[in-house]
């Protein structure tokens, strides 16, 4: 039922949005636009608005220690964990030993101490305890395409809470799948860490969030054994993979001197970009979540938000990949919900620069794929990536495979597995 209700919310969210457009224009709406308008609630209430529900699993929803001693932990520092096995097996896609979570410091994007999760996924014949077979091998990080707003939302949630409590539907079980990295590489021997690289505000598309949080997945207890690490993700979980190694050499060099190579598939390079590519046509209710979770991160971006935004925002603040997805059945303008020159404000402009990183050498050989026939994520602004990454230095193959963002992530795959398997072998 809870499920029926969420994706009611979506669809008549995103209708509103939808219909925001001829409301705005017409007399009615003229002459109250001349009466004074109510003053917009302060930030932080904007904020509680939008943030996500508890989950009702603790593991994901606070620390296992107080603020200070989460202040006084260093980042990625260990802070509980617990064995998942029983629940994790049957989703895993393949045969394993054992599945632990781990919680952990790490860092919002604004610097406070935040926390963690984290799960790792080891192959049979793992050693008697949690990542004792990591000591001098290599360790496969995969970072799911998450692309949703509530905290049932995440791998970790239904790795510890099976697919039913995390309100996972048949689709959405088989779209996180593929491609079959997982799988692949348990299969192959190698462990596999999954992290929640959105974080417990589920600041969806937020490279900062995701790349610190990955990078204390990566080194909290007995994660930091592995020799060798490799990232990997397709599309959300690209922008995941490379914020983490775009950050790696300042936040957390020990683990970019562990780092192989990063190897992601279509790539959302440009966000600026991407207001206009996804918008008013079927990707627009991922873009519109994504807009949402770098808001969580970067609350000043709640300002361009008209008050019926905040409305929206709020109705699908939970929402799984699936339901959002289906709100782009609206074809909704997302310039209707926002103030007027809101994605051209300096706010907007600071936000896209940050998410560009285009500065940041990532530590290890890059390998991209991404569908020559892209549309809802334009080639060209990955061709400048690419170009930016060699400009610093950094060994890039980039590999043009034929279809869309969705026909991509398949024909473009096989050579990625083979490639990051073959980085992590050194």
């Known amino acids: 039922m809870s499920k029926v209700r969420s994706l009611f919310s979506v669809v008549v969210a995103s209708a509103l949005a939808f219909s925001a457009a001829p409301l705005a224009t017409a007399p009615l709406a003229a002459a109250q636009s001349a009466l004074p308008l109510p003053p917009a609630p302060p930030m932080d ?22 603020s200070a001693a989460l202040a006084a932990a260093a980042p990625g520092e260990e802070l509980d964990r617990r064995d998942v096995t029983a629940m994790a097996a049957p989703i895993a ?58 905290r049932r939302c995440t791998p970790g949630f239904s790795y510890a809470n099976g697919d039913l409590a995390a309100g996972v539907s048949p689709i959405r079980r088989l779209m996180e799948s593929f491609p079959p990295m997982i799988a692949d590489a348990l299969r192959s021997g190698t462990a596999v860490l999954v992290p929640d690289h959105q974080g417990p505000s589920m600041a969806y598309a937020d490279p900062q969030t995701a790349g610190y949080t990955i990078l204390d997945a990566s080194r909290t207890g007995p994660i930091g054994r592995a020799e060798r690490l490799g990232y990997t993700g397709y599309s959300g ?90 709100a782009g059945a609206t074809l909704v303008d997302i310039d209707q919900i926002a103030t007027p020159g809101a994605l051209e404000s300096p706010t907007a ?40 990454q060699r400009d610093l230095g950094v060994p890039v193959t980039m590999h043009e495979v034929p279809g869309e963002h969705l026909l991509g992530m398949f024909t473009g795959y096989p050579e990625a597995k083979d490639w990051i398997h073959a980085a992590l072998r050194g």
């Open 45 to 66: 209430q904007r904020l509680e608005a939008v943030l996500p529900s508890p989950s009702g699993d603790a593991f994901f929803d606070a620390p296992a220690v107080d």
């Open 93 to 150: 896609g393949a045969p394993i030993s054992r599945a632990t979570q781990f919680q952990f410091r790490t860092t919002a994007a604004d610097g406070t101490p935040t926390f963690g999760t984290a799960t790792l996924l080891e192959p049979p014949g793992a050693g008697a305890a949690p990542g004792d077979e990591l000591e001098g091998n290599p360790l496969l990080v995969y970072n799911s395409a998450i692309d949703s707003l509530g």
């Open 237 to 326: 979980g690209a922008i995941a993979s490379l914020g983490a190694g775009k950050l790696a050499t300042e936040y957390a060099p020990e683990v970019a001197e562990r780092l192989e190579g990063v190897a992601v598939g279509g790539v959302p390079a440009d966000f600026e970009t991407l207001m206009t590519s996804m918008n008013e046509n079927l990707a627009v209710g991922l873009l519109g979540a994504a807009t949402l979770g770098v808001a969580r991160a970067h609350p000043e971006m709640l300002d361009l938000l008209t008050d019926e935004g905040v409305q929206i925002a709020s109705a699908v603040k939970d929402s799984c990949m699936d339901e959002v997805s289906l």
């Open 349 to 388: 402009e600071k936000i896209y620069d940050l998410a560009r990183m285009s500065d940041r050498a990532i530590p290890s050989p890059l390998y991209i794929y991404h569908g020559r026939d892209e549309f809802w994520v334009p080639l060209g602004p990955v061709r400048e990536l690419a170009d930016q």
